[in-house]
C-alpha cells in the first residue's frame, strides 16, 4: 500500500462533488502545552467571561434535554485542536478536515452548518478552557478534543453539559476508561496500537533489546507502558525507560544514557518537536539503533525538522483500512480544497464529523415556528448506534465509546529518501 501522505490514484473533477456523493452513501445503522494567543481562551483561563449567546443563537434546555436553534440561525459544530503550539502541525489539519466535511455537508433541514473551531493546546488547562468556550457558543456537538490528557481533563464540563464528543485524535486508554457516555473517538485506542507497535519491533524487525523514552504526556507515557508490556511479554528486553520534557531542547544526558545501553531500537511515545529532536541527537552521538514512534510524529515536519536524522525511522499509524477508496477520495478533495496532501488524523477528523453530522440529520425535527430542535440524548443514542464506513475505514462503536478493530495489523511507514513510505 502506497504512503497515505501522498494522494493515491487520478484526481478526477470535480472533486468536491465526488465528496458530495460519498457522504450521501455513508449512513448511520437504525436510527502536554503552550500559551494560546487566542483572547477569549486566555481571559477564560483567566477567570475572565466568555461572550454570553446572543438572542436567536442555539439554546439548550437543561443539560440532559433539547437544543433548540431558532430559524434563520446556524448549526454550529465545535472543532477542539491545537491551532498554536508546537503539535499544530497536527492540530491545524484535524481542523481543515472537520471544516471540509461541514462544507461538503453544507445544510442539515433547511439550517446551514458552521464550524467553531477553539485552541485546546493539546493539554489539559487548555483543552477545559476551549470546552468551556464551545459550551458558552451553544454548539450541537464537538468534534476532538485532540490529545488524551486535554481529553481527560475537558470530559467533565463537557459531559455535565451532555454534550456529543468525538474525537479523532484522542488514542490513550484512560480517555474511554473514564466511562463517560457522550465520547466517542473515531481513532483507535493505544491498547491495540502500542500491542501492535511491539509485535512489529520483536516479530518483524527482529529487534530484541530496546530503550523507551516518553514525553510524560497521557498519550506518549500510556503508549509506551502498553509496548512495554506486549514486548516483554514476548520476551523481548527493556534496557531502560527514559523521559524527556516538552519544549526541551538538550537531551544530553539522555542521549548518552541510551549510548551506553547500546539498544536495538529506541522506541519514542510523543510528538513532533521532541521526536525530531531526540533524534537529531542520537545520531550526532553516534548511537546506531533504530528509531520508532507512533502518530504523534507521523507527519513530514519531523522528518524535516530532524534534519535528516529521521532517516529509516518507522512509525506506526494504527490499524489499517481493507478498503482505500474512500481515503482516496477524501485525500482528493482536501488537497483541492487546501492544495496540500491530507495529513495525520484528517480521515478520522472528516469521519468524526460526518458521524455527527449524519446523527443530527437523523434525530432533529423542525418545529411548528420552523425552528430545529435536537434531542441530547437521541443524539448521543444515534452516535452509539453507529455503522458508518469512511475515509479511515469501517467505524461501528463497542459500549465504552472505543472504536472496534476491524484490523489488528498496523499500518507502519519508514523514512527513506526524506518520506514516509508505506512498509506494512
Known sequence: MQNRLVVRGKLRAPLLAAMVAIVATMALACGGGTSSKDKTATAAAKGGKTPAATAGTTAAAGAGGTITIKKGDKIKIGISTTLSTDNAQLGIPIRDAAL???????????????????????????????????IAD??????????????????????????????????????????????FRTAWNDATQGAAMADYAYATLGKKNVVLVNDQSTYGKGLMDVFKGNYTASGGKVASEEVVTVGEKDFGPIVTKIKGENPDLVVFGGFIAEGAVLVRQLKEAGVTASFMGADGIADQKYIDQSGGAAEGSYVSRGP????????????AAYKAEYKKDAGQ??????????????????????????????????????????SYAGASGQIDFDEHGDRKVVSAVNEIDQVKGGKLTRVQ
Open 138 to 183: 451553544n454548539v450541537i456537538a464537538v468534534v476532538g478534543p485532540m490529545c488524551s490528557g486535554g481529553a481527560v481533563a475537558a470530559l467533565d464540563p463537557l459531559s455535565k453539559a451532555n454534550l456529543l464528543v468525538v474525537s479523532a485524535s484522542a488514542t490513550n486508554p484512560s480517555v474511554t476508561a473514564q466511562g463517560k457516555k457522550n465520547f
Open 345 to 386: 488524523f484528517t480521515e478520522q477528523s472528516t469521519d468524526a464529523t460526518n458521524i455527527i453530522l449524519a446523527a443530527i440529520e437523523k434525530v432533529a425535527t423542525v418545529d411548528g415556528s420552523g425552528n430545529l430542535v435536537i434531542d441530547r440524548q437521541k443524539l448521543i443514542d444515534a452516535v452509539k448506534a453507529t
Open 100 to 134: 471540509l466535511a461541514i462544507k461538503t455537508k453544507g445544510t442539515i433541514k433547511g439550517f446551514a452548518i458552521e464550524g467553531d473551531p477553539q485552541d485546546d493546546l493539546c493539554s489539559g488547562p487548555g483543552s477545559v478552557t476551549a470546552a468551556n468556550k464551545l
Open 320 to 331: 489499517k483500512p481493507t478498503d482505500t477508496k474512500l481515503y482516496d477520495a477524501f485525500a
